[in-house]
């Protein structure tokens, strides 16, 4: 139990353009998940928090207008990231917690990554 | 910042035991130890976790100093698909919090 599915697994995109990417779990119900960021050869930097029907959390320095999160459902989030530029470039992975009697407890996705050219 | 200390890079022979240590002299009575693993391009993969108690499953050992300031996971036969950066993390029960990554080991199994 507990899968975290991300969709796309990999994605190419032009400098510019919007790209979409979704979070789902699968087998619970996630009230809470989370996007990381992580560059080559570096450790995952947290993005955001969401908790379903609530605004995103965002980490300093991460532009909230830039990197859209919707959290609109207990087994769906989406992050858009919009006017990518090749900087964006990175792998994202979301994670999910939820009302399991282990509600700490973190369930990650296999992860998107993400090409701007 | 992270709150657990591990060393950059260890490598073990194939079949061997690799025993990765962490250093988290700062817990608190209601922080757990995780244990997470990443393999390249891969999203993190739960291991083991504990309290206080040496835990074992079908994956790993963990082993808890009585005074909870450090810990040590252990794969009893390491195989070549085990190279991956594992990364020790403290969570603390309760609701959800994000979780703070430092660098992880980067273990690498040597045929």
């Known amino acids: 139990g507990a899968v975290v599915s991300q969709h796309p697994s990999w994605v190419i995109c032009k400098s510019g353009t919007s790209v979409k990417i979704e979070c789902r779990s699968l087998?619970?119900?996630?009230?809470?998940m989370f996007w990381y960021r992580q560059f080559p050869k570096q450790s995952l930097m947290l993005m955001a928090t969401s908790n379903e029907g609530s605004k995103a959390t965002y980490e300093q320095g991460v532009e909230k207008d830039k990197f859209l999160i919707n959290h609109a459902s207990l087994t769906l989030s989406t992050l858009t990231v919009t006017s990518a530029h090749p900087e964006d470039s990175s792998f994202y992975i979301c994670?999910?917690?939820?009302?399991?009697?282990?509600?700490?407890?973190?369930?990650f996705g296999p992860g998107t990554r993400l090409t701007v050219t | 910042d992270a709150k657990t200390t591990q060393p950059p890079s260890m490598d073990c022979a194939e079949g061997r035991a690799a025993n990765l240590p962490c250093n988290h002299s700062?817990?608190?009575?209601?922080?757990?130890v995780y244990w997470y693993r990443q393999i390249h391009s891969q999203g993190p993969q739960y291991i083991i976790h504990?309290?206080?108690n040496n835990e074992t499953n079908e994956m790993a050992s963990l082993i808890i100093t009585e005074d909870r300031k450090s810990s040590t996971l252990i794969l009893p036969h390491a195989t070549l698909r085990d190279t991956a950066v594992y990364y020790c993390i403290l969570i603390s029960s309760g609701s959800a919090r994000q979780l703070t990554f430092g660098s992880g080991t980067q273990l690498t199994v040597l045929p």
């Open positions: 087998d619970f119900q996630a009230t809470t």
């Open positions: 700062t817990i608190s009575g209601n922080e757990y």
């Open positions: 504990g309290l206080k």
């Open positions: 994670s999910a917690s939820g009302r399991e009697a282990v509600s700490y407890e973190q369930y």
